[in-house]
């Protein structure tokens, strides 16, 4: 059972230009979360989505930034006009159901550098 | 509305004993432990739900204090691959986990 798997693990981009990252969740999960973290800091809440829907956002800027998970697929969280404070590592973790007994687990993570 | 995780950082010798502390500033329904070593993914250690229960993991153990509002990750006689920085993360019951800024744990040999 492969585990949440994300590409690219590196990806560099200049500025202006897109960048998509993508989850695999692990099988049979159809929750997925995506944080942000910057160097020597802790992950930072982005977006909950379960398939098909955007469950939670909040933390997710609102221009640039947009996620989805579609019925088949990996989820897509992309970045439009990237700028340098764009760079940092994105981690996405999914798991089974909702509730607060549910284990989440990480995938490796994108590590974006912005050019 | 961000955890508060004391201390930042810790230094230890092999074999001795270290307590990582998770407060919140609103009620908790559960907190979430992971362990991230420096470059990868961080990796779950485990749950604790409201009700002031305690869970062990061989050497690591946690409390969730609910009156509080906080959980306490107690690591006894540390393992070199202890090292790496703790995170705890609380959920707030909207199923959606907010972590702290970590706790730097090094050990020595």
């Known amino acids: 059972n492969a585990g949440v798997m994300q590409n690219p693990r590196h990806l560099v981009r200049r500025r202006g230009q897109e960048a998509r990252l993508r989850c695999s969740p692990m099988?049979?999960?159809?929750?997925v979360y995506w944080y942000r973290q910057l160097p020597e800091e802790g992950l930072k809440f982005m977006v909950y989505?379960?398939?098909?829907?955007?469950?939670?956002e909040s933390g997710m800027p609102k221009e640039r930034f947009s996620a989805e998970f579609p019925k088949e697929g990996p989820s897509i969280l992309r970045i439009q006009q990237v700028v340098r404070g764009d760079s940092a590592a994105y981690f996405c973790a999914s798991s089974q159901h909702w509730g607060a007994d549910t284990e989440a687990f990480f995938g490796q993570g994108t590590r974006l550098t912005v050019v | 509305q961000q955890p508060v995780q004391s201390p930042q950082a810790v230094i230890l010798r092999e074999g001795e004993d270290a307590v990582i502390n998770c407060s919140s500033s609103k009620a908790l329904y559960s907190v979430h432990w992971y362990r991230q070593k420096h470059g990868e993914a961080p990796v779950f250690l485990m749950i604790?739900?409201?009700?002031?229960e305690q869970k062990g993991h061989e050497k690591i153990s946690a409390s969730f204090n609910e009156k509080k509002q906080q959980s306490s990750l107690y690591l006894t006689a540390s393992q070199l691959s202890y090292s790496g920085t703790y995170f705890c993360g609380t959920e707030w019951g909207d199923d959606k986990i907010i972590f702290g800024k970590g706790t730097r744990l090094h050990i020595l040999p």
């Open positions: 099988k049979g999960h159809s929750h």
């Open positions: 989505l379960q398939k098909e829907n955007i469950i939670d």
């Open positions: 604790l739900l409201k009700g002031g």
